[in-house]
């Protein structure tokens, strides 16, 4: 089946650092979506992108899809200690299901 | 008012039981899945209701059965449970399979 591989799996950063998490498909896909999960909670939907080379933006965070639709990135700027957490990218191509990534987890030093 | 709700909030089990994990959502949405996520954080798709009527049913074993009432119910029915079941159970729902996903608090499911 589907295959969606995300690196890195594990980041530390400083507080105020930019930290930036990849996914990646063999082959094209029709979206992708990116979710947050804090520790001890459950995933929370961010941003779903769909467009060809699509970035957006939402406030210290932005999202690109590549040109192939094979690839996609989240950029966090600036992280603070609230962005902690597991990142995760889920994949669609055209099944009915979303193909999770193993997730990126994200601990920031204050 | 929680969108996606599931009871109960941990479970714990003993070998060989049979359990059951409800989950109801309220937004309205037409497509309903259960998750595992194991101790290494790993999301895992095991089912996908659409409208009342199984979509997919990834490889899990048979122990594992979801019963879907209406649009607005999903529970996972497990019997003989194994060591290997232990996990947090997650669900969620979307309208269409598209369209992105509301997980539910989950269900810490631990077996002795």
């Known amino acids: 089946g589907q295959q969606v591989m995300q690196i890195p799996q594990y980041q530390h950063v400083q507080e105020g650092e930019d930290f930036t998490t990849y996914c990646n498909s063999s082959t094209t896909l029709s979206n992708i979506q990116w979710y947050k999960q804090r520790p001890g909670g459950h995933p929370v939907f961010l941003i779903q992108?769909?467009?060809?080379?699509e970035v957006k933006k939402q406030k210290r965070l932005t999202f690109q899809f590549g040109e192939a639709k094979k690839n996609s990135s989240l950029h966090i700027t600036a992280t603070q200690t609230t962005d902690v957490g597991t990142y995760f990218c889920a994949a669609g191509a055209g099944s009915y299901q979303l193909t999770f990534g193993k997730g990126t987890k994200l601990s920031v030093i204050p | 008012d929680t969108a996606v709700s599931q009871t109960p909030k941990y479970l714990v089990t003993q070998m060989g039981n049979d359990k059951s994990i409800k989950c109801e959502q309220n937004?309205?949405?037409?497509?309903m899945y259960w998750y595992k996520q194991d101790s290494k954080k790993f999301l895992k798709i095991m089912f996908s209701?659409?409208?009342?009527?199984?979509?997919i049913n990834e490889t899990v074993p048979n122990r594992f059965s979801p019963k879907s009432p209406d649009k607005a119910h999903l529970n996972l029915h497990i019997n003989s449970l194994e060591l290997g079941d232990s996990a947090v159970y997650f669900c969620a729902s979307s309208q269409g399979h598209s369209y992105e996903q509301y997980f539910g608090p989950g269900t810490r499911l631990t077996v002795t």
């Open positions: 209701y659409n409208n009342k009527e199984l979509i």
């Open positions: 937004l309205g949405h037409d497509t």
């Open positions: 992108l769909v467009k060809s080379g």
